[in-house]
């Protein structure tokens, strides 16, 4: 959907398997010990989401280093990630940083499949993006630490999604506004699309279950893959895979302001 560009300092090494190569490159000098790592993990990540979701859009990947720390971006066949990643022993920030990495790690790769494969039509759609992304990088942590590491996310949602009660839909996040407080009107814009949003997913799974709950996610990448996806079609394709109504849920809590309830 748009063109990115980077240059600078960088030493890079790639691999390929199973018909996907991946780069990982490191700014200011070579890092093998990341470039093994981030290798290692980038083919388990991606392997473990192809199993459900299907092949990754963009057969080639490069990991690249920004020079700064806790966040990430993921533009069509590019994963931006900061230098905790490169560098998880470092000090000060980096080190804080780097206490969820993995998870950030996985949900800027699910872009590929979330804002990439399927595309969002304007940002009133951008849940579909985030949202499935988040869950799906949450769902990697429940392989790779188990239900605990899984946990510890359904927590963190549920409170900061709490935040957003008497707030407005997910499909409004980026209309928000805060009458001289836009960072109290941005902290609400990110509950809603990475607290919220994966509460939801949580909740239809927990409803379904794990196997329904992967075809839906599978028949929504078949379906919608390489064309813009609404959250009305996502909706289609999971009352053709339960054979339920699902308007009413999304009535209250997609289009709606209610939070849904996910027990332990």
Known sequence: QFLTILAGAY????????????????????????????????????????????KMPVRE?????????GM???????????????????????????????ERFAHELAHQWWGHGVRMPSLSEQWLSESFAEYCSAFFIRKAAGMQG???????????????????????????RAKNDQIQAERLRSALLYAKGPLVL?????????????????TVQSTL??????????????????????TPFFDRYVRGTEIPEVPA
């Open 11 to 54: 030493d890079w090494e790639e691999e390929t398997k199973d018909g996907v190569t991946l780069r990982v490159a490191s700014h200011g000098g070579r890092n093998p010990t990341a470039f093994r790592s981030l290798l290692d993990l980038g083919f388990a990540t991606t392997g473990f989401y192809e199993v459900f979701l299907g």
């Open 61 to 69: 990947l490069t990991i690249v280093e920004l020079a700064s720390w």
């Open 72 to 102: 990430g971006q993921a533009p069509a066949g590019l994963l931006l990630i900061t230098g905790e990643a490169f560098n998880p022993m470092g000090k000060g920030a980096y080190r804080r940083s780097a206490a969820g990495v993995n």
């Open 150 to 176: 899984y946990d510890l996310y359904l927590n963190l949602w549920r409170t900061r999604a709490g935040e957003t009660r008497d707030s407005v839909p997910i499909l409004l996040a980026h209309r928000l």
């Open 202 to 218: 949580a909740a239809i799974h927990r409803e379904i279950g794990d196997e329904a709950f992967l075809t839906f996610l599978a």
């Open 225 to 246: 893959g390489g064309q813009v996806g609404t959250t009305r079609r996502v909706e289609e394709v999971l009352e053709a895979v339960t054979g339920k109504d699902w």
